[in-house]
């Protein structure tokens, strides 16, 4: 009985979409901002959000990463600066 229900488990899992997550090192690593800067944009909605994983451990999507660093690759606007009004003239 144990056998069958791994092999339902294990079939289980596998057809669930698989997730890469990335730890604050790695981020940082890839993304060269500051962490405060990072959790600036987050709150702003200008960057994935972080995954909780526990009290004190948080991750992000990589392909949420990697797909926000196409579109800044992409993007010809430029970033925003906290507290500069754009000049439209």
Same mark, same amino acid.
């Given at each position: 009985?144990?056998?069958?229900?791994?092999?339902?488990?294990? +079939?289980?899992?596998?057809?669930?979409?698989?997730?890469?997550?990335? +730890?604050?090192?790695?981020?940082?690593?890839?993304?060269?901002?500051?962490?405060?800067?990072?959790?600036?944009?987050?709150?702003?909605?200008?960057?994935?959000?972080?995954?909780?994983?526990?009290?004190?451990?948080?991750?992000?999507?990589?392909?949420?990463?990697?797909?926000?660093?196409?579109?800044?690759?992409? #993007? #010809?606007?430029?970033?925003?600066?906290?507290?500069?009004?754009?000049?439209?003239?």
């Amino acid at each position: 009985m144990g056998k069958v229900r791994n092999n339902i488990r294990d +079939n289980v899992y596998q057809n669930l979409p698989s997730k890469n997550l990335i +730890n604050r090192k790695t981020l940082l690593a890839m993304i060269p901002l500051s962490d405060r800067a990072i959790f600036n944009m987050e709150k702003r909605g200008d960057f994935p959000r972080r995954i909780v994983l526990t009290s004190r451990n948080v991750a992000w999507d990589l392909a949420e990463v990697e797909n926000w660093i196409e579109n800044r690759k992409q #993007s #010809s606007d430029q970033a925003r600066r906290p507290g500069v009004v754009p000049n439209f003239r």
